[in-house]
């Protein structure tokens, strides 16, 4: 698929997608739906760790609504179904660790797009604004799945019912990202973030995130057992080999990602 409405690249295992219609603050559409599914796909094979990012001054403030004449009339499930749950589904699957680097405004689907991250890092420039109710609209495009797990119910409630921006570092104080950054060290950060897990034991960050997800939904005795067959799996790999040799050898490890 050529790329009209992303910026998609891979240096050294790391692919980074960067949402690129800043003239529009990264509105979505849905060419750019599209275009962020086909690419999630393609890094998921190509990256040991995937980075999603906007271009200009915002990371993406939500559904494309510049079309005012036609916005009371789009099928909303329709789009929801055929367009958004792919996106978001290709996040989801993604085998290997998923960053978003939030350099600014995440706005309605463009907040809930950021949380569907593994790992989500922003400038503290940003803010996330679930922005439905003031358009009579719910959370959608996954944000009444993420933010009650990563927040608590009762600050997503408020979030949802208030529609009022939420601060990067009011984000991070509440455990809905990962860490809220200075906005002059916030490029410097998520790459060194992003570099490190490049180079580290994907299999190992593959079955963290499979272990993490169904715990939420898991008895104690089912989830040890997962544990035991998840680090069996990984007992099995060459980068715990060479853990535990680089550890004997007191040297830093050089994974493979196998």
């Known amino acids: 698929m050529q790329y009209d409405m992303i910026a998609y690249s891979v ?25 962020i599914t086909d690419a999630m796909r393609r890094a998921a094979r190509e990256a040991r760790v995937v980075v999603l990012t906007g271009a200009g001054r915002a990371f993406c403030s939500g559904q494309d609504l510049g079309d005012r004449a036609n916005a009371a009339n789009i099928d909303l499930e329709r789009t929801l179904r055929d367009e958004y749950v792919p996106m978001l589904q290709a996040i989801f ?24 991250a593994d790992v989500v890092i922003a400038s503290e420039d940003a803010f996330f604004l679930q ?48 860490e809220a950054v200075p906005a002059a060290e916030f490029e410097a950060v998520w790459k060194a973030r992003a570099t ?11 079955r963290v995130k499979q272990a993490m997800r169904t715990s939420l939904d898991n008895t104690l005795e089912e989830q040890l057992a997962i544990e035991a067959k998840l680090q069996g799996e990984c007992g099995k790999t060459r980068d715990f080999q060479e853990g535990v040799l680089a550890f004997l050898e007191k040297r830093p490890a050089q994974y493979e990602g196998r």
């Not at 699957?93 to 797009?113: K, Q, W």
């Not at 409630?157 to 990202?177: H, T, V």
């Not at 490190?196 to 593959?206: I, R, S």
Request: contains cysteine; glycine residues 10%; aromatic residues 6%.
């Open 196 to 206: 490190h897990l490049a180079k580290g034991p994907t299999a190992a960050y593959t």
């Open 93 to 116: 699957d993604c085998p290997v660790p998923t960053i978003s680097a939030v350099n600014g405004p995440a706005a309605g689907a463009g907040a809930n797009l950021a949380l569907a």
């Open 11 to 35: 240096v050294e295992d790391l692919a980074t997608i960067t949402l690129n219609r800043p003239d529009v603050m990264n509105a979505l559409n849905t060419q750019m739906r599209a275009e």
């Open 131 to 178: 922005a439905f109710t003031r358009i009579g609209l719910i959370p959608d495009a996954g944000g009444t799945w993420y933010l009650p797990r990563q927040m608590g119910l009762a600050k997503a409630m408020g979030a949802a019912l208030f529609a009022e921006k939420i601060s990067a570092r009011q984000a991070s104080d509440w455990g809905m990202i990962w």
